[in-house]
């Protein structure tokens, strides 16, 4: 199968952002799993993380992405060996353009060492998995780009700036110790309860699909400050369900309202959605939900707390929860 030339210049053509999304992606076929993108400000260097599987063993790395048409240099190794120290033993750089012999030596000598990834790397275990690419319409033989995968990574950068806030971390050389414990503090209080959203979210204790139907609904039509209007939540949610019973492969069955869904009506559907799915994620103040508004929303502050790469993680969820319900009761 013949190579596509034009695998640089696309990558090269995504914005700085995108192509972390890319390399979150990417970095599994390279060794890596759990791989998660750090937020873009206050990243400490990083740009994402994850387990590199060597042999039985898996060793946390930290990774640093550049979509460079210059040669890495010497300072851009030894600046991410600052920020790896400490925090992870071992490093991957990588890169769309090449390394000087300079920043290679530094690499491979230092502590924590840090592996590297060139161009030309990228582009062949592109081509050896197919990733970003497809069959030519023209040519069998010939792999062409395919674009709607590099638009997808542009998508997830527009989401996240216009709906998921990435604020900064500020640090100042006049905070107290008692000020800065407080807000230690406070932030372990906020990821721990992010982590408890995500860890609900993610749970695979289903009684009905109700959850994960939901979940998708939701952060489909969620706006920037966290919002949906809970009509639009309903028609969403009835919308997949009669898109499944449509399919031949309905969801719920027997006594479940939704076991036709066409026949509820939206104010059963809106009451089947607040006592069942909705309600759990009120009770731990994860949601709100405004009656007189008809709006729903996810916590501010969690909102706030939340990267958009933990959104697609858990919309990931949604569809594998489905497929396990799915298999449960199809047994």
Wanted: hydrophobic share 35%.
């Amino acid at each position: 199968m013949q190579q596509d030339q034009e695998n640089p210049q696309q990558l090269l053509s995504l914005s700085a952002r995108s192509f972390e999304f890319f390399a979150g992606e990417f970095l599994v076929y390279v060794g890596l799993e759990a791989v998660s993108v750090t937020r873009y400000i206050g990243d400490g260097g990083i740009d994402a993380h994850g387990k590199l599987v060597v042999g039985q063993f898996r060793i946390p790395i930290g990774v640093q992405v550049k979509r460079h048409r210059n040669n890495v240099q010497r300072p851009d190794i030894d600046r991410f060996i600052g920020a790896l120290s400490g925090r992870f033993s071992e490093g991957m750089f990588m890169t769309t353009a090449d390394y000087t012999s300079g920043a290679l030596q530094k690499a491979s000598t230092s502590i924590p060492r840090v592996l590297t990834l060139n161009g030309d790397q990228v582009v062949s275990i592109m081509v050896e998995h197919r990733l970003g690419l497809k069959i030519s319409s023209l040519n069998a033989q010939k792999l062409d780009i395919d674009p709607d995968y590099f638009v997808t990574f542009e998508t997830m950068r527009n989401l996240l700036v216009s709906r998921v806030r990435e604020t900064p971390q500020h640090y100042s050389p006049n905070t107290s110790a008692s000020d800065s414990d407080t807000s230690l503090d406070e932030q372990t209080i906020a990821l721990k309860w992010k982590q408890e959203f995500l860890d609900f979210a993610k749970s695979r204790n289903l009684t009905k699909s109700y959850k994960p139907v939901m979940l998708k609904a939701f952060f489909k039509l969620v706006d920037r400050e966290g919002k949906v209007q809970i009509d639009d939540l309903v028609k969403e949610f009835r919308d997949y369900y009669v898109e499944r019973a449509n399919a031949g492969q309905p969801l719920e069955r027997g006594a479940s309202p939704l076991s036709d869904p066409t026949k509820p009506s939206d104010t059963t559907i809106k009451r089947l959605i607040i006592t069942y799915p909705l309600e759990r994620f009120l009770i731990k103040n994860f949601m709100e939900y405004s009656s007189e508004e008809g709006i729903l929303r996810i916590a501010p502050q969690l909102w706030q707390e939340l990267r958009y790469y933990e959104v697609v993680d858990t919309l990931k969820s949604t569809d594998e929860q489905i497929k396990y319900y799915e298999a449960r009761h199809d047994n």
